[in-house]
């Protein structure tokens, strides 16, 4: 796919309008790409406009989990957590490369929720999902068990129970690989700056925010999946009247040198009612998050405030016999969640739950409005959003995304290690950390990025971290990427290795690299 509009394209200059697509989509997050794979899939022509890089937002300021929400059990929210707890092993087959079973420990903490409750809601939450591939749960002593010598001594008691981590970016771009694969024009840097309904269809004005060129779209039908920007668009941008209001909440997070060796992570009880996690992350370092935080101003550029990073280093130490102290951050970030305003009194009781508002003015050229909605359902959306467009296209294919993998995906959900293997054996020059993860980030694609590379030399230029020429490249021509950042940042989290020198030498590499060649992903 070019970046430019081709003549055929639905995507024309101003001076021709160019062809409808059945679909067109505001917003490059998660529910936007997946809503493009979804209608691409059941043979929908699908247009994606994304201001900025994909996944710029939100949805790569997660905690980075496929979960059930343990905690939402409390508000009685059965229906969401039941469905994003099947979820978890529907995503982890259909994704292995991305996403993998992750084990959590919970210390019982005296004076808060008693052991009995906490066995109890996992209980239900091991068997409210139809569990199928991932382990109960069990009783640990900390005393005893090694899992509980990071903490301090006072906790006695805990459980182990089961989730799962997703790389949250990657996702999204790998969601709009495959509706590109499939049909779908995925154009980011692209701003929608206003849209019509005339004679029936949708008509966008666009303009792309790198050079300042102005295009056109039309659509039968619009989808507004901007994120924390959908309130904006609708009276901004669509100039719709619409009672629906969003409610900004930041979660922010920390980064802190490791904390302990094992693999498992750690969610912990607070005295304000909420929980926090520890989780092992990009191998020399451990993560804290989240918090629940009014927003206000621009969602485009949330920070982790010192008193939020002083805040999770607090909840944390109250658990680890070890300190952490603010100044032990190494990398901070926030994002800000774009909820359905429920009218719930605190930010950490606003429904999670994603809600569709769909507007049709008498029959003709719907709008469909998505509010709020957790990363681990952003499937389950997707399939809605695009149901919810049946009527304007009775003919589509049905739902299908269940069992279809993602870009790379297409090996045994516990086949990660096979597939390391054989990337060794067919490269026996990578070194086994290079090659745990490539195959973590491309899965079976990891082969299409090295080709027919004999040595380390025939990959380029290296920046660092394993990060080579031929990578970047790779994540220029199919993922999208258009700067340093992008492939530091959202392609990957080598930014947290790669020093300043090596990230000075990418963004020069990629500079003269479009200067070279200007058009993006095919």
Known sequence: MSQSPEPDSPLAGPDGAGAAVDIAIIGGGVNGCGIARDAAGRGLTVALFEKDDLAQATSSASTKLFHGGLRYLEHYAFRLVREALIEREVLIRNMPHISWPLRFVLPHHEGLRPAWLLRLGLFIYDNLGGRKILPGTRSLDLRRDPLGAPLKERFARGFEYSDAWVQDSQLVVLNARDAADRGAEIRTRTRVETAERRGGLWHLSLVDTETGAESTCTAQALVNAAGPWVEEVIHGRLHQDSADRVRLVRGS??????????DRAYIFQNADGRIIFAIPYEGRFTLLGTTDVEHEGDPG???CTDAEAAYLCAAASEYFAEEIRPESIVWRYSGVRPLHDDGAKSASKATRDYVLKRSDEGGEAPLLNIFGGKITTYRKLAEAAVEQLRPWFPEMNGDWTD????PGGDFPWDGIGALRTKLLADYPFLAPEAASRLVRAYGTRAWEMLGEAESAEDLGQEFGAGLTAREVG????????????????????????????GAAA??????????AAPAGPA
């Open 506 to 515: 990418l963004a020069a590499h990629i500079a003269a690299a479009r200067l």
């Open 403 to 406: 069992s279809a993998p993602l």
């Open 474 to 501: 790779y994540l220029m021509e199919t993922q999208w990427a258009r700067t340093a950042e992008d492939v530091l940042w959202r392609r990957s989290k080598l930014g947290l290795h790669v020093g300043d020198e």
């Open 301 to 303: 550029s949330p920070e």
């Open 253 to 262: 997070h920390v980064v802190v040198p490791k904390l302990y060796d094992h």
